[in-house]
């Protein structure tokens, strides 16, 4: 059984994916579509990206990948290996949701790839490279600049190589 593992991050022109340990834009459409994309989903995170949680975020499982041995939290399954955190998540879809060096590690798993593009420069403190050249775009919808908002494009890539 083939299982998608999607990537889901909103990411700046400059790179920026977080700023101040949260994720510097609170875009409603971007926030509705990331509930879409991981409703039903085990959710992959760090510990700092868990942290950042407004709070559990019901439907979701939430297996964080830490480091630290002893941490814990309400809510949480704790990972210390990639493959730790594979196992617990079982054999359906899983959403990978940061932060960077999380995505660095699930890069080999990852099958798709859905990216809030910001078109600015944000000037963060947490950065994640563009997509490198096996993610093929396969779809795009842009937004103009609205609320306060900067322009932003969904974008969704799939992988070309494996």
Known sequence: MSREVTFIVARARDGTIAANGDVPWKISADLKRFKALTMGTPM???????????????GRRHIVLTRDRAW????AEVAHSVEQALELAGDGDIS??????????FEEYATRFELTEIHEDTHGDVFMPPPEPHWLEVAREEFPAADGWPAYAFVTLERIER
């Open 44 to 58: 992959i995170m760090g510990r700092k990206t868990f942290e950042s949680l407004p709070g559990r975020l019901p």
């Open 72 to 75: 814990q939290a309400e809510g």
């Open 96 to 105: 990978v949701i940061g932060g960077a060096e999380i995505f660095a590690w």
